[in-house]
Nanobody
C-alpha cells in the first residue's frame, strides 16, 4: 500500500523560503509521477509542480516557475519542494500526490489534474505572513 507523508510546512515571512518533503513508501516508484498540489481556503486544489521519478523531468505551474523547485532523492524515496521568494498568495495546505502512470500523465497533458493522481498525502500547512 502506498503511503505519502508530507512535512516541512510552517509560518514564514514574505520573501522567505521553505522546503517541503514527501516521504513515499509501499512500493517502487520508478514508473511514478509525483506531484505537489495546494489548496487555499475557499479555493479549488491547484497544481504546483510534478516530477517523473524515472527521468527527473519536471513541470511547474506558471505561478511558481522560477521560485519553486521539485526534486527527488532515490535513496530516501522522498520528493522535495523547495519554495523560495514566498508570497502571501502561496498560503495553502500543500499536498503530495502520486500515480503509477508517470508516462501517461506527462505525455497526455494531465499532470495538472488532481483526479489523475491515485495516492495523496494528508497535507501540510504553509502560511506566508508578516
Amino acid at each position: 500500500q502506498v503511503q505519502l507523508v508530507e512535512s516541512g510546512g510552517g509560518l514564514v515571512q514574505p520573501g522567505g523560503s521553505l522546503r517541503l518533503s514527501c516521504a513515499a513508501s509501499g512500493r517502487s516508484f520508478s514508473s511514478y509521477a509525483m506531484g505537489w498540489f495546494r489548496q487555499a481556503p475557499g479555493k479549488e486544489r491547484e497544481f504546483v509542480a510534478a516530477i517523473k521519478w524515472s527521468s527527473g523531468v519536471t513541470a511547474y505551474a506558471d505561478s511558481v516557475k522560477g521560485r519553486f523547485t521539485i526534486s527527488r532523492d532515490n535513496a530516501r524515496n522522498t520528493v522535495y519542494l523547495r519554495m523560495n521568494t514566498l508570497k502571501p498568495e502561496d498560503t495553502a495546505v500543500y499536498y503530495c500526490a502520486a500515480d503509477p502512470k508517470g508516462e501517461t500523465l506527462f505525455n497526455n497533458g494531465i499532470l495538472h489534474t488532481p483526479t489523475a493522481y491515485t495516492y495523496w498525502g494528508q497535507g501540510t500547512q504553509v502560511t506566508v505572513s508578516s
